[in-house]
């Protein structure tokens, strides 16, 4: 481990800018078919629109977050927010008569402004980041010391990832790691019953 001066940081007071230029390894895409019926052609295409947005990014972070919490944020989120985080979309196989409209929509969500939305909405998440070759902080705060480090090494070296420690405070712990490892060994220590939140570009650890 390495001990560096002038580098020792609170846990809570933590206060890093960190901009790497991304390039999507994992971008948010779904496609849905849909068919709806209404008074006019007009409020048909509305409505299916709306739903398919609402399903497709329903279907899409499934496989990035807690579902549960997941399902309540959606539900309680208008046709109109859930706009802000589609950063483009396309219909094909459209067919429209006086009342019915159906077509296959397909939707891209933007990483940044979606994990920012679960995030700030406290809905556990690991939507991923670019591949890059950037790194970013991560901040640990260990129960059982050195213990709990231990268990955070074993897990980086079993995800192949690089873990550069950067100081130690007691039972805190800031480190560094490459962005291209950041899904991998968030799913990892996840699954090992540590949590985690995004924090002002930190990565913030704890059991």
């Known amino acids: 481990m390495k001990y560096q001066s002038g580098l020792l940081l609170s846990w809570m007071g933590i206060c890093v800018c960190w901009c790497p230029s991304f390039v999507w390894a994992n971008k948010l895409t779904g496609s849905?078919?849909?068919?709806?019926?209404?008074d006019t052609a007009a409020d048909a295409k509305i409505k299916a629109v709306n739903s398919a947005n609402r399903q497709i990014l329903l279907n899409v972070l499934s496989k990035y977050s807690d579902v549960d919490a997941l399902k309540e944020l959606v539900n309680n989120t208008s046709d109109k927010d859930l706009l802000?985080?589609?950063?483009?979309?396309?219909?094909?196989?459209?067919?429209?008569?006086?009342?019915?409209?159906?077509?296959?929509i397909t939707v891209n969500f933007d990483n940044v402004s979606v994990?920012?939305?679960?995030?700030?909405?406290?809905?556990?998440?690991?939507?991923?980041?670019?591949?890059?070759?950037?790194?970013?902080?991560?901040?640990?705060?260990?129960?059982?010391?050195i213990s709990d480090w231990a268990e955070i090494k074993r897990i980086a070296r079993e995800s192949d990832i690089e873990?550069?420690?950067?100081?130690?405070?007691g039972n805190?712990?800031?480190a560094k790691m490459p962005v291209s490892g950041r899904t991998k060994f968030t799913i990892a220590v996840r699954d090992a019953g540590w949590k985690y939140s995004d924090k002002d570009g930190?990565?913030?650890?704890?059991?």
């Open 32 to 38: 849905l078919p849909v068919h709806q019926v209404s």
């Open 84 to 104: 802000n985080f589609i950063d483009s979309s396309s219909v094909s196989n459209e067919q429209i008569s006086a009342t019915a409209y159906s077509a296959k």
């Open 115 to 145: 994990k920012n939305w679960l995030t700030q909405n406290n809905v556990q998440n690991w939507v991923p980041f670019a591949e890059s070759a950037e790194k970013f902080v991560l901040s640990f705060k260990l129960q059982n010391g």
């Open 163 to 169: 873990l550069d420690t950067q100081s130690i405070a």
């Open 172 to 174: 805190n712990v800031v």
């Open 202 to 207: 930190v990565l913030q650890v704890w059991k």
